[in-house]
């Protein structure tokens, strides 16, 4: 990898936020693919913007493989993440931690993590629903209040485990981006 063309994340972010913004404004489908994963402390609200094109397979690309094939990104894959990317301190405390594949190894050789910020309940940017899930009524009008083309933070205050284990079957066949939070703990997505 060539040195020269790393530029620190601190200095494109508000660049970046600020085109995000008026592409989302004006109705732009937008999608970041960075060869893996763009840390996601970097788009706060915009996190959806990366993990989308790597939660679809080779079968959703034209001119990869072919509709009827299936084949998984190769940068998707745990060796790959494993050899190439790296977490540092912060990203063990951050929310998103179960969706983001960290920094590259050779960013962080540059650069180190000076200026990262792990995403937070408190500074989480995008789609936040506190309630809580102990009936029907309430688990509709969650997933009413869930956007499925945004990253959501969904705050239990009290829950009941059946509406608890609907709210995760539906999150997972809709493949919606989500964090679930109870007790300052995250039950999805799964580690």
Not at 101 to 115: A, I, P, R
Not at 166 to 182: I, P
Request: include cysteine; charged fraction near 25%; hydrophobic fraction near 40%.
């Amino acid at each position: 990898m060539n040195d020269w063309i790393y530029v620190k994340f601190s200095a494109l972010k508000p660049y970046f936020l600020r085109t995000l913004s008026f592409l989302e404004k004006e109705k732009y489908n937008v999608s970041i693919a960075s060869c893996g994963q763009f840390p996601l402390c970097i788009l706060p609200g915009f996190e959806e913007k990366v993990l989308q094109p790597l939660s679809e397979s080779e079968e959703n690309v034209s001119g990869v493989v072919g509709e009827k094939s299936f084949h998984e990104f190769e940068m998707s894959s745990s060796e790959w993440i494993d050899q190439y990317k790296i977490g540092g301190k912060g990203c063990r405390n951050c929310i998103l931690n179960r969706y983001c594949q960290g920094f590259w190894k050779k960013y962080v050789d540059l650069f180190s993590f000076n200026g990262m910020r792990p995403v937070t309940i408190s500074n989480f940017k995008g789609n936040k629903i506190r309630a809580p899930l102990t009936s029907g009524k309430q688990m509709q009008e969650m997933i009413n209040r869930i956007k499925t083309t945004k990253m959501n933070l969904i705050l239990l205050a009290h829950v009941d485990d059946d509406y608890l284990k609907g709210l995760l079957e539906f999150l997972r066949t809709k493949k919606v981006f989500a964090v679930v939070v109870h007790k300052k703990r995250i039950l999805y997505p799964l580690s």
